[in-house]
Structure formats: C-alpha cells, structure tokens
Nanobody, 123 residues
Framework: QLQLVESGGGLVQPGGSLRLSCTLSGSSLYYYAIGWFRQAPGKEREGVACISSSGGSATYADFVEGRFTLSRDNAENTVYLQMNSLKPEDTARYYC????????????????WGEGTLVTVSS
C-alpha cells in the first residue's frame, strides 16, 4: 500500500522560509503526480500546488505564485515544497497527496493522503 509522510513544518516568522518534504513508500514516485494541500483551523482544505510525475511542470495556486516552488527527487522518492516569503495567512496544516496515476489530485479527487505537517507563521 502507498504511504506518504510529510516533514519540515514548524514555527517561522513572517518573511521567513521553510522547506517541506513528502516521501512516498510502497511504489515509485515516478508513476505519480504529487499535490500539496493545506487546511487552517475552521477553514476548508485548499489546493496549493502540484508537480507532474516527470517533474517537468508544476502548477500553483494564485496565493502562493512566486513564493513557493515544487521540485522532486525520484531517486529519493521525495517531493519538496520550498516556501519563501511566508505570511501569517499561510499558517495551516500542509498535506501531500497522490493523484490517480499521473494525474494531479484535487481536493475532492485524490489517491492517498499523508497525515500532514503543521506550519505556523507568526511574529
């Protein structure tokens, strides 16, 4: 069975940076597009970004465009989300997920979820 494990969350000041990791086990990362989602307390889960199975392209939500960057290392079965210029409104629990095969996941159409990692942006 597929397992996804996120790491790298923590407390950071506004304007700071964090790098989140998502590691897949149970299959090769090569076969999957990987999406990142986040959910703040009292709010609905929202899509953040997605990277293609090849790593050749990535898409980003408008609210992170220019600040967040996705990359992947298939040899390590890991996807990275580099987050720069963090804002208090970025505070949320961040999750990674597979899509169905090579397709990017959406909030209501995913393959497997990780348990998430908490990011807190506060001064």
């Amino acid at each position: 069975q597929l397992q996804l494990v996120e790491s790298g969350g923590g407390l950071v000041q506004p304007g700071g940076s964090l790098r989140l990791s998502c590691t897949l086990s149970g299959s090769s990362l090569y076969y999957y597009a990987i999406g990142w989602f986040r959910q703040a307390p009292g709010k609905e889960r929202e899509g953040v970004a997605c990277i293609s199975s090849s790593g050749g392209s990535a898409t980003y939500a408008d609210f992170v465009e220019g600040r967040f960057t996705l990359s992947r290392d298939n040899a390590e079965n890991t996807v990275y989300l580099q987050m720069n210029s963090l804002k208090p409104e970025d505070t949320a629990r961040y999750y990674c997920a597979t899509g169905v095969g090579r397709f990017c996941p959406s909030v209501d159409s995913v393959g497997d979820w990780g348990e998430g990692t908490l990011v807190t942006v506060s001064s």
